[in-house]
């Protein structure tokens, strides 16, 4: 099946800091996904984006398709930053269902 | 707030009991998807409903059934539970059964079996 593979698994930064999170997948994709799972366990959706560039406040998102990797990139860290990423995908011509990487753990500090 | 709701949110029980678990989908899709949280198996795709229909299945376990009821809200139904099944389940939903198209996530239902 599908790899998908999450680095770095664990990132500890100071508030205010930038950071970027990568997300490799081994197949073409139809959807890529990227949530954050608060302390909570909720799954909250960041983006939607199998394909190109967002953004969304301190948030931003690109991905290339062609090359299979994703990049999340928070700026300004904040400590309800702190939580799970995890990215998920869609294999193209698959059912819909999404295969999730093992996710990145990020604290951030006061 | 996704729009997708799921209870209980906590469901506590012991070893060889049966629970179900409820979602809800956002107002207008018609697809459901259940998801499994394990400490050991991560994120993974259990079951998916397409407007009453199974759509596709995954790691699912015989002893865990599904099913979508015509007003669209779904029921995992899990039996005969172990100490293994204690996991945070997750049900998603999507405007259309077919591929790329974003899903969205319900606040998930945490089971404990003891």
């Known amino acids: 099946g599908i790899q998908v593979e999450q680095s770095p698994p664990d990132l500890i930064l100071q508030e205010g800091a930038n950071s970027t999170l990568r997300c490799n997948f081994s197949d073409s994709v139809n959807n890529l996904q990227w949530f954050h799972q608060n302390p909570w366990g909720q799954l909250i959706n960041l983006f939607y984006i199998p394909s190109g560039t967002k953004q969304n406040g301190r948030l931003s998102a690109t991905t290339v398709a062609t090359e299979r990797y994703s990049l999340l990139y928070i700026s300004s860290s904040q400590t309800t930053d702190s939580g799970v990423y995890f990215c998920?995908?869609?294999?193209?011509?698959?059912?819909?269902?999404?295969?999730f990487g093992k996710g990145i753990t990020l604290s951030v500090r006061p | 707030d996704s729009g997708v709701t799921q209870t209980p949110k906590h469901l506590i029980t012991a070893t060889g009991q049966r629970v179900t678990l409820r979602c809800s989908p956002r107002s207008g899709d018609l697809s459901v998807y259940w998801y499994q949280q394990s400490l050991d198996q991560g994120l993974q795709f259990l079951i998916q409903y397409y407007n009453g229909e199974e759509r596709a299945k995954g790691n699912i376990l015989e002893r865990f059934s599904a099913q979508q009821f015509p007003d669209l809200h779904s029921e995992l139904n899990l039996s005969s539970l172990e100490l293994g099944d204690s996991a945070l389940y997750f049900c998603a939903s999507s405007v259309v059964g077919s591929g790329g198209i974003e899903q969205f996530f319900g606040p998930g239902t945490r089971l404990t079996v003891l």
């Open positions: 998920a995908v869609e294999i193209t011509g698959a059912n819909s269902k999404l295969t």
